[in-house]
């Protein structure tokens, strides 16, 4: 193992975490993300002379994630995102326990409605904080549409979670 | 007028100085897009608790990414991934290109046999590097990857994708020449068949019997390439 390899996989491994989340918001399902999640590890590993130093190991890691799950959703041919239901709650107060658990189903339903396309975008800007221009990069995408997308998430949300369906207000032309 | 995507930009501070002063006078003079700013907030916060943040712990995967060999294959495949070749496996679908005489070719019988490649896949095989797909035969054929056994033999697994089928296969150089080893159905429509996760794909099973396998990286498949794939 090469020096410059060792420091790769030291930082793939701080990662883990963050790819986890990244891989259950495009998957849904935690049996998928883990599965999704240890292919990309794999094909990163075997890549990883390609990762060219001093660019972001996290942006090249989501977009071997992106393309790995978009590989593997047309192979299954519309498999629909499952929805993991297994998120373990803290809490003791029984009513409390069973209002968090609905609120974690309606939050996981609204968000697996979303196209794949804009749960990608969600994660790494909502979910990672990264910046238009870093999300971009990192899906290979223009800005203009890390912006559609996200509105378009945005506003589905907001709309699930009031129960209604509302028209996203667009650009003037 | 203030639509989603300018609200968007407001909340994840993408907007200069002179843009964010503006929206920021929108929403104070206009209730309709401060509510609308509101429920984009409260879907952010739905979002993140939907995906809630992982935390670190005792990961398998820690100690796969720093005990494993660099570059060592194989690896052990995802359900997903195998389910096709497993299928493959399990009803003929895929099939070991090897001698016939048993019922079923086993995997050691795939490493001692091939099969000659077309000329179109074998022109691939010769100059593409991985992960760059050419289009032949109708379709598309991409290397995944190029390996060198213990014995210094020389492989390429690749995919042929034509429309909605793919087909992976193991081609080692033997002779001067590209033989086929092993092929399997990576595609299929019907999703409802069952494969359970310890299954291993044909193409997994030929490359550990070849014992191990070490995949090249860029640069010494760059060099085989231009060397016309002949050993030094």
Not at chain 1, 52 to 61: A, I, V
Not at chain 1, 95 to 112: D, G, I, N, W
Request: proline fraction near 4%.
């Amino acid at each position: 193992m090469t020096k410059d390899n060792l420091a790769f996989r030291q930082e793939l491994v701080s990662l883990l975490p963050r790819l986890k989340r990244f891989a259950m918001a495009l998957a849904g399902g935690r049996d998928a993300a883990d599965d999704l999640l240890q292919s990309a590890v794999e094909r990163a590993l075997r890549k990883w002379d390609y990762f060219e130093e001093g660019k972001r190991l996290d942006s090249w890691m989501f977009k071997i994630m992106q393309n790995l799950w978009f590989d593997i959703r047309r192979a299954a041919s519309a498999e629909r995102w499952v929805s993991d239901d297994g998120v373990d709650i803290p809490g003791e107060d029984g009513r409390e326990l069973v209002e968090t658990r609905e609120e974690l189903r309606l939050a996981r339903e609204a968000f697996a409605a979303l196209p794949e396309e804009q749960r990608a975008v969600v994660a790494l800007v909502v979910l990672e904080g990264f910046s238009y221009a870093a999300a971009a990069d990192a899906l290979e995408i223009p800005i203009g549409t890390v912006m559609s997308r996200l509105a378009r998430a945005r506003g589905a949300m907001a709309a699930r979670a009031r129960g209604t369906t509302v028209m996203p207000v667009r650009k003037e032309k | 007028m203030l639509n989603d995507e300018l609200i968007c930009a407001f909340m994840d501070g993408e907007l200069d100085a002179e843009k964010r002063a503006l929206v920021e006078h929108w929403l104070s003079t206009d209730k309709g897009a401060a509510a609308r700013l509101e429920r984009m907030r409260a879907a952010d916060a739905l979002i993140h608790r939907a995906i809630p943040r992982v935390t670190g712990g005792d990961d398998p995967l820690v100690a796969k990414i720093m005990d494993r060999p660099a570059n060592v294959v194989p690896f052990v495949s995802p359900r997903w991934a195998i389910r096709a070749a497993a299928l493959a496996a399990a009803c003929v679908l895929g099939v070991l290109v090897g001698r016939m005489e048993a019922p079923w070719p086993t995997a050691d019988d795939a490493t001692r046999v091939s099969m000659a490649v077309s000329e179109d896949i074998a022109r691939v095989l010769d100059t593409a590097p991985s992960g760059q797909p050419s289009h032949v035969l109708g379709g598309e054929v991409e290397v995944a990857l190029s390996l060198r056994t213990d014995a210094g033999e020389l492989c390429r697994q690749y995919r042929t994708t034509v429309g909605a089928n793919a087909v992976d296969a193991l081609a080692c150089r033997r002779d001067g020449e590209w033989g086929m080893l092993v092929q399997a159905v990576a595609t299929h429509a019907d999703e409802s068949v069952y494969v359970t996760a310890g299954s291993v794909s044909p193409i997994d099973a030929v490359i550990s019997q070849l014992g191990a396998a070490t995949a090249l990286d860029a640069r010494e498949e760059q060099a085989l390439i231009d060397a016309n794939w002949r050993r030094r």
